[in-house]
């Protein structure tokens, strides 16, 4: 039993193959809070069984951290979600057992499983958007789990609610509690969601990529948190994540798992430090770190001369002699707030505040910040969709927005926008031609042979097969529709492309496919990119120039070394701080 | 809340004046106007020439319309031609059955349509899965007459469960202070009377309950269908809450934020007078006498019924928003 059960975990020698198992340690068994044996999950589909986790082991001890690392359908969260019997109603446990102490939650009847929940089994779910109850009050949502669990009483749950709000670190717990949801930020719904999660001081904890929908700066607050009080409570954590910095910098074991398999599991720095597995290897190449990864991105599309250019005269020199393609100066947008009532005074709100910036052509600019800086209203007025309250924007000599309706769409037909969410952003009727094929038809370029030519000349570019060309956005992956959104952006031959968060939506492979993509296409093409994220990480694999913008205002300004390397205001100093896996490099 | 109310009911002001200016100028753009209509096959000049004076139609439109909405605000919507009752008394002693045959219909509506759309949700696939989508395609296809006349054929006229007309026996004596003659009869202690006409009520009701019933089993499902798939569900599962809690306040609370609007939408369409249905029955509530008033060129009791139908439809929409506010805080102004 021993053997087995010890199978997977801790201190492997680094001369066995990755995926091989350790040897046993002297760890005492007691000590184990969950154990899962060659567990597979099968979904059953109009296709026949899926089999989504095949044969996984692995061990968590008490007070231990262990991170599942992998991109979206590796099979991480289903995994985690077989563990507490929270499965999509059409998944079961195919094989295997889920130890839990000493009961085995793959054979359990759901009755003991949802007793388990809340008391001994606690989660901590992916987006605070949507897990919480939208028109019930945050402390109502608290209580209902202790008053289930027979943890408290009808009369003192609210009590030991505030508590524990209190205790994830949100502010004036009281008034809070009686709140919705839709009244707190993104942070301080997953503070809420860490206190349901921790409200039965369970013993296992699974924390289901739980600061992936939040801020850099607020991720790092909430991380600290959970970490304080698992310890504290000596909480064994299951962090699911696709994030490699996290899972070195918050875990004591990583498991790496690609497509339903576990491919290599050890102590996190030797996981991150000396990858065996080819994927995981690819994984860390992948991963967005604070090295430039420009020069790599040519290099790997083989453009040596780009490459020599780059290594000859590093930093600024290509922006300053290169003429000047859109300006902004000293723009401002004030939006006017709408009152409670009718007859209430509306307020002002200034989104954006005296900007002024240089895009110079066929650079990059990236323009970071946090949700609320004013990037993305920033973004729409160089877009011309907002116009500006006070301030100019040129493009290439040009006002920006002074004519009538015709230059309006000539203006279209030289910018084009690529939007972050490639799920919605493109329309769930239209095939992948049509969807390409339309800014061309909207501005009545050529003929419908000249159409079909162009459209497969962009599919080309951007990889894509004629074999999806004719398929339906449903039936790609998030990767693949964001190269539709970019053959749809290229496809008037712009001269200034906007990404707003273009590549925020995608696992990290994908995200380096994608700005490989965007690299090459600028040097084949000639382009220019504005381009509007809150990743740090993804500006310096991309960027030549970078603002940084705070409240609307634009706090510091420079190349990307130079912010980088001394950044000079506080705010970024905080954001950089904030970016996972920022020590991840000292170890490499 | 009180001021969404307060400035929905002042949206109301502009909203009558636009109808009753269309309702007004419709009158007046008939072909031969309002008096041959009146006059009929009687048609002289001189005739007409005497009711013009008599009903001021001779005077410039701008003033007749000031008399008109004068007399609107006072409370006088003219007198019907078919009975020689003023609008107001004809809308206000049918309104209470129209009223009393929506209550019914809307009760086998969503008393049937939640629980049969939620259980067609939780067991998506099963039988009742299936044959709740039969049932609403069924529902949502049967022309509304015919549904009626099957209605009374099999239970009234062959197996004489229910009455085939009217609101309350021939032989049935009462008496109806308020016009609601089931209320009437509670009221009044006579309970044979309550009885008799609620029994008068059940299969219009059924006829005229038939669409919203599949409506509102199809949004059902549909809503529950999402919201049990819904995170934060999972998440709730998760905290190990109660089944019947999960089913009560996460589930199905949020999934009847769609169905409340819809089902406020047919309480308007339902209070607006169900004309077929009422023929049919031969049940007197406005949406006959409104059908009646059409063939009769009763026009000062179309104009009145629309009016004050527009009234209603616009204070039931009201009360929809309203309680949808009270399920969604987000709804809710932030004060």
């Not at chain 2, 406005?286 to 009234?311: C, H, R, T």
Request: contains cysteine.
């Amino acid at each position: 039993m021993n053997d087995i059960a010890d199978k997977n975990t801790a201190v492997p020698t680094p001369a066995e193959p990755a995926t091989s198992a350790s040897p046993p340690t002297d760890a005492p068994t007691e000590d184990v809070v969950l154990r899962v044996e060659n567990m597979s999950v099968d979904f059953r589909t109009e296709g026949g069984a899926a089999r989504a986790v095949a044969n996984a082991n692995l061990t968590v001890r008490r007070g231990q951290t262990v991170a599942i690392v992998g991109e979206s359908g590796s099979g991480k969260t289903t995994l985690a979600m077989a563990v507490l019997g929270l499965l999509a109603s059409n998944g079961s446990v195919a094989d295997g057992h889920i130890w839990f102490k000493d009961e085995d939650l793959g054979k359990v009847s759901p009755q003991r499983m949802a007793q388990l929940r809340g008391t001994e089994l606690g989660l901590v779910p992916q987006d605070p958007m949507t897990n919480l109850d939208p028109i019930m009050q945050i402390g109502r949502q608290v209580d209902e789990g202790l008053i289930d669990n027979g943890l408290r009483t009808r009369r003192d749950a609210r009590a030991r609610t505030v508590e524990l709000l209190d205790e994830v670190g949100l502010p004036d717990a009281r008034a809070r509690a009686g709140q919705y949801p839709h009244e707190f930020s993104g942070g301080m719904r997953q503070r809420a969601l860490i206190a349901m999660g921790l409200s039965g001081r369970p013993a296992l904890l699974v924390a289901d990529e739980p600061t992936s929908a939040l801020d850099v700066t607020v991720q790092r607050g909430i991380l600290d948190q959970l970490s304080a009080l698992t310890e504290d409570l000596g909480t064994a954590v299951l962090l699911i994540t696709h994030d490699l910095g996290l899972a070195a910098e918050r875990a004591d074991v990583v498991v790496v798992m690609y497509r339903g398999d576990i491919v290599e599991q050890g102590p996190a720095r030797q996981v991150l430090t000396a990858p065996q597995h080819e994927y995981t290897k690819r994984l860390m190449a992948a991963a967005p770190s604070l090295a430039s990864r420009r020069i790599e991105i040519a290099r790997e599309r083989g453009l040596e001369d780009v490459l020599d250019d780059a290594l000859l005269a590093p930093g600024e020199e290509t922006a300053a002699e290169s003429d000047v393609l859109v300006s902004v100066k000293d723009v401002s947008k004030v939006f006017s707030i709408r009152g409670n009532s009718l007859f209430s005074r509306s307020r002002d709100f200034t989104a954006v505040d005296g900007v002024s910036l240089d895009i110079p052509r066929g650079s990059t600019v990236a323009v970071v910040g946090e949700s609320g800086s004013g990037k993305s209203t920033l973004a729409r007025m160089i877009l011309d969709i907002e116009k500006p309250t006070t301030g100019t924007i040129t493009f290439d000599g040009g006002l920006v927005g002074a004519g009538g309706h015709r230059e309006q769409i000539a203006y279209r037909r030289r910018v084009q926008p690529v939007f972050q969410d490639p799920y919605s952003s493109l329309d769930p009727l239209y095939s992948v031609y049509r969807a390409i094929e339309e800014p061309l038809r909207a501005h009545s370029y050529g003929d419908p042979a000249a159409r079909r030519a162009r459209v497969e000349e962009l599919a080309d570019q951007v990889a894509l097969s004629k074999g999806q060309l004719q398929r339906f956005p449903s039936e790609l992956s998030g990767g693949q529709r964001q190269r539709v959104a970019i053959a749809r952006a290229l496809a008037l031959s712009p001269e200034l492309v906007v990404c707003d968060e273009a590549v925020s939506a995608l696992d990290v492979v994908v995200q380096a496919q994608i700005l490989q993509l965007l690299a090459g296409l600028q040097e084949e093409l000639g382009l220019t990119y504005l381009f509007i994220t809150h990743d740090l990480a993804v500006v310096r694999q991309i960027a030549d120039r970078v603002l940084v913008m705070q409240e609307g205002r634009v706090v510091e300004e420079g190349t990307v070394d130079a912010v980088f390397d001394s950044p000079s205001t506080d705010y970024t100093r905080a954001l950089l701080d904030a970016i996972p896996g920022k020590d991840l490099e000292l170890a490499l | 809340m009180l001021r969404l109310i307060v400035q929905r009911l002042l949206l109301l002001i502009p909203l009558l004046v636009g109808l009753s200016i269309l309702l007004f100028g419709w009158v007046r753009a008939l072909p031969g106007g309002p008096v041959q209509a009146m006059l009929g096959e009687r048609y002289t000049p001189e005739a007409a020439a005497e009711i013009e004076a008599q009903l001021g139609l001779d005077q410039p439109l701008p003033v007749q319309y000031g008399k008109y909405l004068l007399r609107l605000l006072q409370g006088d919507f003219g007198t019907s031609l078919q009975s020689g009752r003023p609008v107001l008394d004809e809308f206000l002693t049918r309104f209470p059955a129209t009223i009393e045959l929506t209550v019914v219909a809307l009760i086998f509506a969503i008393g049937i349509g939640i629980p049969l759309g939620y259980v067609a949700a939780r067991r998506a696939g099963s039988v009742v899965d299936h044959s709740a989508v039969v049932v609403s395609l069924i529902g949502v296809t049967v022309p509304v007459f015919f549904l009626a006349f099957i209605l009374k054929y099999l239970f009234a006229v062959e197996l004489g469960w229910f009455p085939t007309t009217g609101r309350q026996s021939a032989t049935m004596v009462a008496t109806h202070p308020t016009n609601f003659y089931v209320l009437d009869g509670l009221l009044t202690a006579e309970w044979d009377a309550a009885w008799d006409a609620l029994v008068h009520l059940i299969l219009p009701g059924i006829a005229l309950g038939t669409i919203p019933l599949a409506i509102v089993a199809r949004m059902t499902r549909a809503a529950v269908s999402e919201v049990q798939n819904a995170d934060y569900v999972r998440t709730a599962r998760a905290k190990g809450i109660k089944p019947a809690r999960l089913r009560g306040d996460h589930i199905l609370k949020n999934a009847m934020l769609p169905v409340v609007t819809t089902i406020g939408l047919q309480v308007g369409l339902l209070l607006s007078g169900a004309v077929l249905t009422e023929t049919v029955f031969a049940f007197s509530g406005i949406g006959s006498f409104l059908a009646d008033s059409v063939f009769n060129a009763d026009y000062p009791v179309m104009q009145g019924f629309i009016l004050m139908i527009a009234v209603v439809y616009a204070l039931v929409n009201l009360i929809v928003d309203v309680s949808y506010g009270l399920i969604d805080p987000r709804l809710r102004r932030q004060q």
